[in-house]
């Protein structure tokens, strides 16, 4: 069964720091990318970053850049998405997907989705 867990996700004041983590089981994780999206109160689902099969290649939005690392483990079958200086406009729920192209660029065809972890950045 193709599964995707996220967890870390919390209510963190403006400023602080999260660790996303999205454990994959039921596909061979280390031949696709992986994405990180998000999707705000009234807002459409965005990507965020994204990483290739090898971790060669890493793509962020705007948003992200500077902020946000992305990181995978192909020996434990686990992406990462450390956040840093959050604020509260990064305040959604975010969601781990799989590509299996293997690219992990935005626009990638990203098909397996879990289920989302809530972030709230407030004071």
């Known amino acids: 069964q193709v599964q995707l867990v996220e967890s870390g996700g919390g209510l963190v004041q403006p400023g602080g720091s999260l660790r996303l983590s999205c454990a994959a089981s039921g596909f061979r994780f280390s031949t696709y990318a992986m994405g990180w999206f998000r999707q705000g109160p009234g807002k459409e689902r965005e990507f965020v970053a994204g990483i290739s099969r090898s971790g060669g290649g890493i793509y962020y939005a705007d948003s992200a850049k500077g902020r946000f690392t992305i990181s995978r483990d192909n020996a434990k079958n686990t992406v990462f998405l450390q956040m840093n200086r959050l604020k509260p406009e990064d305040t959604a729920l975010y969601y781990c997907?799989?590509?299996?192209?293997?690219?992990?660029?935005?626009?990638?065809?990203?098909?397996?989705w879990g289920q989302g972890t809530q972030v709230t950045i407030s004071s």
């Open positions: 997907a799989a590509d299996a192209t293997g690219w992990g660029y935005p626009g990638s065809p990203f098909n397996v």
